[in-house]
């Protein structure tokens, strides 16, 4: 109880810290412009534009015991023994990983489907300045998670596929805020 109840906390100041709006009277600005991309590019199927443009995307990384973010120093842990626990551990992260690139690329998949008729610069904005920021955010968090050894694996498996599948509540509220900022400023 006492471990849903922090978890409710956390999720809420997560929530609280990085409430996005959606909303903008404007098209965001891309850094990307045509002339990055390859000119073989819009040749290519849709639901791979995403995936081949965002080049740095530091949520897709692999999760593993002891590595530091790059990105906020607040969940930078000082390496720690984790010999009691190591060969759970080491199977945990390879297990989140791959649960967590699954969900990254489902998350694309149906963000491309969704928002096909909406204008893809906007698109593209939106899920880079807004949706991306958020998930390196949460991977930055699993990989704190994993790297605090003050609790069982269990309990960290536990706790991550808490987070895991409240992302995967919130995208579903981030695409239907998109599609309606999306109509509300004729992006479509």
Not at 6 to 22: M, P, R
Not at 30 to 45: A, E, I, V, W, Y
Request: proline share 3%; aromatic share 12%.
């Amino acid at each position: 109880m006492k471990t849903l109840v922090l978890n409710v906390i956390f999720v809420l100041l997560l929530v609280w810290k990085y409430n996005y709006s959606f909303g903008a009277n404007t098209p965001m600005n891309s850094p990307m412009g045509t002339q990055n991309m390859s000119q073989d590019l819009p040749k290519q199927r849709f639901e791979r534009i995403m995936a081949e443009t965002l080049v740095n995307q530091p949520y897709t990384e692999d999760f593993a015991i002891g590595i530091r973010t790059k990105q906020n120093s607040l969940y930078n842990t000082e390496p720690e023994d984790t010999s009691a626990y190591s060969d759970e551990l080491r199977e945990l992260c390879t297990k989140i990983s791959s649960i967590w690139k699954d969900s990254v690329e489902d998350m694309e998949k149906e963000y491309n489907e969704k928002t096909q008729q909406v204008e893809k610069s906007w698109r593209e904005g939106i899920w880079k300045n807004k949706w991306a920021k958020y998930l390196e955010h949460v991977h930055n968090t699993i990989q704190k998670k994993l790297n605090d050894l003050s609790n069982t694996p269990h309990d960290t498996e536990v706790n991550i596929a808490f987070m895991v599948s409240y992302v995967c509540y919130v995208f579903a509220v981030f695409i239907e805020e998109v599609i309606e900022d999306a109509k509300r400023l004729a992006k479509m």
